[in-house]
């Protein structure tokens, strides 16, 4: 439009001075002496039109020839800057699918080529992502050093490190190193979402709920944080600071919660076990039928059923209103049995147990069947479902058969020994003439001693009675029998030895 306007200001212009030289048809003299010029007007003007062209455009061009190192700079550097952008674009495109070695050829080329401060600490920042996910991490360590010293002369780049870094930690599993680059970006400026994300998830991690509750709760503020992740975090730090505080701290920790989060799972069975052990049941009840009310949670009705005997009858009454809702629900019914064992009501316990069992085929139900036969007295039936209940935990229970005799000993491994236990006294004349004895109980431990006695073979003096018969008391207990298949070739046996 500019050109357009130009253009018909400079035809306007023309229009009107073709006119007015029409219109003067005079003469311009010039004196010079001794010389004297003389030409028309309409002369005059065109050539002075044609002298300012002239002068300008030679002009522009000295201007030009001036400016060509400045300008020859520039093109340089504008060279060098689309170098850097495609090596880096290059670099992180390679990273982000995973071909690294690659990456780290472009990030390489552009670490010793570039001069851009910017440059060297966003390739340096893809050369460490790179060596991380290779799982080199000392090699990625050198990386961030050498970044860190980069960055910390742009405040931006900086932050830009620290949470590049934070997240490599995270994911290692190491959030001891992250909450330390990251606590300090998040007390000088906490508008930086991402930062408090990552520690948010250190946090977590390390377990410190104090800082995970407050966290979420200014994530939840800004609506930067999912709200079922943030339910999430709120009920496990919340739980835990429970836990923690105890009754003492219990008013304080739980009016900080919304009526929403009182209810729970994991925060109202933290809450019913601090009442519990203050010895405040109803209290404890009350949050656990708010929790009930719901989410129909079966770690809420099972907790809900573990009461003293003097407080189950409210709660006996409150779950059978719930029955009439859920007719056919197995924990109910599971938690309904224990109350009444816990009430001592026999009868109606065995009720509400077989109809659960009815249902679903559970141990912690023929646990419970098992105590309340137990109780009364059926003990076999008791054995039954705790036995049953064990099936259930580990699957069939192989059956044990007890054996009444002794399996036949292993022989082919046996030392290369004799028996000296039928002849102590006597000696070995010819160690030729000793015979190997395959090891038994009798063979290897006599009557006045408790360490092993090696057998020996030995020939005995005419004088000296073999001692076979002292042995017939270990005999009853040593079975010599051997197993069918046994290759007898392989064990020498005395001919004066009995055999069973």
Known sequence: ????????????????????????????????????????????????????????????????????????????????????????????????????????????KLLAKTRSHSSRVLAGLASARAAHNQGEYQRRDEQFKQVQDEAAKDERLKVAAATAMAEMWLDQGNPQEAVALLQPLQDVNARFLHTTRLLLRAYRQLGQHDQVYELTRLLVRRSAIDRDEALAAIEEAAAARIKVGGIEQFKTIWGDLRADEKTLPIVALAAAQVKAEADEYDDAARILEAAINVRFEPSLIMAYANCTPEHYARRLSKAEEWLRKYPNDADLLAALGQLCLTGQLWGQGEHYLKRSMKIRNDMRIHALLGNLYDGLGRSQDAMRHWQLASAVVVGALPSVRTSRSLPAAETQADPDIVDTAFAPDAVITDPSEVQPLAASAADFYSEDSTSPTPAVEVVAPASTTPAASSSNDDDEYFDSALPPGVDTSIISDRPDRRVD
Not at 16 to 41: C, D, I, K, M, Q
Not at 52 to 78: M, Q, T
């Open 1 to 108: 439009m500019r050109a357009w306007i130009w253009t018909l200001v400079v035809l306007i212009a023309a229009v009107t001075l073709a006119l007015v030289l029409r219109e003067h048809s005079g003469n311009v003299v010039v004196l010079v002496p001794p010389y004297r010029v003389s030409f028309g007007l309409n002369f005059a003007v065109v050539a002075a039109i044609v002298i300012f062209i002239v002068l300008y455009v030679a002009l522009r061009f000295i201007s030009w020839i001036s400016g060509s190192p400045e300008r020859f700079r520039l093109w340089r550097g504008r060279r060098a800057q689309n170098r850097d952008r495609a090596l880096l674009e290059s670099g992180w495109l390679n990273v982000l699918e995973g071909r690294y070695d690659q990456a780290e050829k472009d990030l390489t």
